[in-house]
């Protein structure tokens, strides 16, 4: 082969030797206009383009949002007025989904994660009270009614007293063997035997023998009309109503007379004596459970007045064969009685001047005025809907009864 051959051959690449000789490209011209377009696209791809209309706006709008969310967070609401339920708080987050304009951090992340596992369980305990709340209701409208009528707690003395229905779970495990089982009333004393005398002394112009004797006036008194058997099963108290001096006290004698007699909403011998239908109820065992105290001091025109304060409560059972739910009925008295000198004021010796005389009557009927006392039984109703008054715990002795006290209609929280 000759040298001038050799020369004219193709080069290693694939080009012509004589357009290498001349400096020419060695790329072909269908390759390099291929490669200008790929970079030209490549290049148009990853630039940054301009956002449309739409989009500049629902940006500006979330915006607003976001910064009247922060307004309200930094005025210390943490839920945003007309906020719905399952709807996010204010300022956290609600108007910036995740992973669009902004990825949040991974404290954010773990942040927002918190919260909403604080609201899931926020809304489970609101769903839960909530449940629990309407089953009360079902079974004990009138109940429900009193919380929500926000009254007090305390008894109430004054006319008539609190005559309080039973909370839903009122009676507890009573039974006729134990019927005091379950309730504070298991460890008072049994009748009599708890009301217990103070020793005595004299005061002022009255011996010792004669205050000795108040004492136990008054403590008659307070047996005759609250655990007589025959007085609770409807009699007469004569015992007591003979210890109330007639020279002193002829007015009240006749008022107690009459509501004895017919009784009615404007005479109810219930302020004065502790009783039961017979044909309704009756008495489990022979046991009234009793707490309370007397004191004694001196009083105006050189008198001893004598304070008593009882609770007495009363295990009850319907008055028909075979019955055998216990319910209680709880009455608390708060007395103050004044005993004179004989030698220098017209009075009769050994009777008492009643100047106080307040009552909480709790577990009873509050519309029945014919001087009974009817217990309500577990699971019963009133039906009246007058349960509206305080709740009240019948056992609460830390507040002493008032005549001011109101004498409507409450639940008792236990009995």
């Known amino acids: 082969m000759s040298s001038g051959e050799s020369s004219g051959g193709r080069t ?7 357009d290498g000789a001349d400096g020419g490209s060695s790329i072909p011209d269908t390759e390099w206009e291929k490669f200008l377009q790929d970079s030209e696209r490549d290049i148009r791809s990853s630039a940054p383009k301009e956002p449309s209309a739409r989009a500049r706006m629902v940006t500006e709008r979330l915006r607003q949002l976001d910064a009247e969310a922060e307004r309200r967070q930094g005025n210390g609401r943490l839920f945003g007025r007309g906020r719905k339920r399952g709807q996010a708080p204010v300022g956290g987050g609600a108007w910036q989904p995740d992973g669009w304009r902004a ?3 991974g404290q954010s992340q773990g942040r927002n994660g918190r919260s909403a596992r604080r609201r899931r369980q926020v809304w489970s305990v609101v769903g839960i009270l909530v449940a629990v709340a309407l089953a009360v209701f079902a079974v004990s409208p009138d109940w429900a009614l009193s919380k929500l009528s926000g009254g007090a707690e305390g008894g109430s003395g004054g006319s008539g007293g609190v005559r309080s229905t039973p909370s839903v ?3 507890g495990s009573a039974s006729l063997a134990e019927p005091f089982r379950g309730s504070p009333a298991a460890d008072y004393a049994d009748g009599a035997d708890g009301i217990v005398l103070p020793p005595a ?4 112009a009255l011996s010792e023998g004669q205050v000795a004797a108040a004492l136990r006036a008054t403590k008659q008194f307070l047996v005759g009309t609250n655990l007589e058997p025959a007085v609770l099963l409807g009699e007469r108290p004569e015992g007591a ?3 109330i001096d007639p020279r002193q006290q002829q007015e009240l004698l006749s008022r107690i007379d009459t509501s004895l007699r017919a009784p009615d909403e404007e005479h109810d011998p219930l302020q004065f004596v502790s009783r039961f239908d017979p044909d309704e109820v009756r008495l489990v065992g022979d046991v009234i459970k009793t707490r309370g ?3 004694f001091g001196e009083g105006e025109k050189e008198s001893v007045e004598v304070r008593a304060d009882y609770t007495f409560v009363y295990p009850l059972v319907r008055a028909e064969s075979g019955a055998t739910q216990v ?3 709880i009455v608390r008295r708060s007395l103050v009685v004044r005993v004179l000198d004989p030698d220098a004021y017209a009075v009769t010796p050994g009777r008492l001047a009643l100047l106080e005389n307040n009552v909480s009557l709790n577990n009873t009927d509050c519309l029945a005025h014919d001087g009974f006392l009817h217990p309500h039984f577990d699971g019963e109703l009133s039906g009246d809907g007058s349960s509206v008054g305080p709740t009240t715990d019948p056992y609460d002795r ?9 004498d409507a209609c409450g639940t008792a929280t236990r009995t």
């Open 12 to 18: 290693p690449d694939g080009a012509d030797g004589a």
């Open 103 to 105: 990825a949040p951090t």
């Open 169 to 171: 779970e009122a009676e």
């Open 201 to 204: 002394k004299a005061v002022g």
């Open 241 to 243: 109503i003979g210890l």
């Open 293 to 295: 105290e007397i004191t």
């Open 327 to 329: 319910a209680r009925t």
């Open 398 to 406: 830390s507040r002493p009864l008032s005549p001011t006290d109101s």
